[in-house]
């Protein structure tokens, strides 16, 4: 079993910025990815970017250029530094774990305002 803990978040005006940060605790085996996603309102969960023990990361396509993810193996963290917010950055954000089977955080609320 895997325990996830987030923070930061909240709420900041349109173009400021954002740090996300989770700690994974548990049973915590060598390989596994970490990241997150973001669910908006009525909308579906999706993936904001990921970031493999050891390999390269992912980014959606719109979060490019803008967010950056980064790990700490030691300390079982992962961040999510978020620049340049647009109001549509609006949603919770979780906490992805995965090492064979996914874990979720708690979410937290990030709220960007025009």
């Known amino acids: 079993q895997v325990q996830l803990v987030e923070s930061g978040g909240g709420l900041v005006q349109a173009g400021g910025s954002l740090r996300l940060s989770c700690v994974a605790s548990?049973?915590?085996?060598?390989?596994?990815?970490m990241g997150w996603y973001r669910q908006a309102p009525g909308k579906q969960r999706e993936l904001v970017a990921v970031?493999?023990?050891?390999?390269?990361?992912t980014y959606a396509d719109f979060v490019k250029g803008r967010f950056t993810i980064s790990r700490d193996n030691a300390l079982n963290t992962v961040h999510l530094q978020m620049n340049s917010l647009k109001p549509e950055d609006t949603a919770v954000y979780y906490c992805y774990f995965n090492q064979g089977l996914p874990y979720w955080g708690q979410g937290a609320q990030v709220t960007v305002s025009s």
């Open positions: 970031i493999p023990r050891g390999g390269s990361t």
């Open positions: 548990g049973r915590i085996f060598s390989f596994n990815t």
